[in-house]
Antibody, heavy 121, light 109 residues
Framework: QVQLEQSGAEVKKPGASVKVSCKAS????????IHWVRQAPGQGLEWMGW????????SYAQNFQGRVSMTRDTSISTAFMEMTRLTSDDTAVYYC??????????????WGLGTMVSVSS | QSALTQPASVSGSPGQSITISCTGT?????????VSWYQQHPGKAPQLMLY???KRPSGLSDRFSGSKSGNTASLTISGLQAEDEGDYYC?????????FGGGTKLTVL
């Protein structure tokens, strides 16, 4: 069965960086885009960007350009999301989600359980 | 890209039907049939309920249905059950990006 296993919770100081991992299993990793979505406490969902695991190509939401980098390591079927220059506004649960359709950008089907990132001085 | 507009809350009694609206613009909902809906229970990851406006993932109950007219998409849940209670989010492709609604809290009375 499809599973996305995310790394554990992180506590960071303002100005620091964080890197969250998302290990895929149960399907062919390189066949499906991976998206990242975040949710601040008590707030709604916010799409951050996607990565194509086959090519390494990525695209980011305008709000995150210049501060987010999405990468992957195909040898371990894992996608990564790194965010720099963290502020308290970045405190949120960060989800990875697999796209619905192989080789296509469609919508978010299988989701990881989320990684809580807390930013506080 | 502004968030799609959803009502903050809706409620209904078991067995009733409810509809949640999702209003966007001609740049997102109105321009693409790539509207999806997600259900989220407290402390859990979202779950895909509908995609491409009307399609249900395999195994999902046919009590959930979707529609779209112009810049507004809608999710209808018929035969409300207690387990339907939770937060619902719409999402639309917006041409190289995706935008979510603010979420609607469904209460089953």
């Amino acid at each position: 069965q499809v599973q996305l296993e995310q790394s554990g919770a992180e506590v960071k100081k303002p100005g620091a960086s964080v890197k969250v991992s998302c290990k895929a299993s149960g399907y062919t990793f390189i066949d499906y885009y991976i998206h990242w979505v975040r949710q601040a406490p008590g707030q709604g969902l916010e799409w951050m960007g996607w990565i194509n695991p086959r090519t390494g190509g990525s695209s980011y939401a305008q709000n995150f350009q210049g501060r987010v980098s999405m990468t992957r390591d195909t040898s371990i079927s894992t996608a990564f999301m790194e965010m720099t220059r963290l502020t308290s506004d970045d405190t949120a649960v960060y989800y990875c989600a697999r796209d619905l359709v192989a080789h296509t950008l469609e919508t978010f089907d299988f989701w990881g359980l989320g990684t809580m990132v807390s930013v506080s001085s | 890209q502004s968030a799609l507009t959803q009502p903050a809350s809706v409620s209904g009694s078991p067995g009733q039907s409810i509809t949640i609206s999702c209003t966007g613009t001609s740049s997102d909902v109105g321009n693409y049939n790539l509207v999806s809906w997600y259900q989220q229970h407290p402390g859990k990851a979202p779950q895909l309920m509908l995609y491409e406006v009307t399609k249900r993932p395999s195994g999902l109950s046919d009590r959930f249905s979707g529609s779209k007219s112009g810049n507004t998409a809608s999710l209808t849940i018929s035969g409300l059950q207690a387990e339907d209670e939770g937060d619902y989010y719409c999402c639309s492709y917006a041409g190289s990006s995706w935008v979510f609604g603010g979420g609607t809290k469904l209460t089953v009375l």
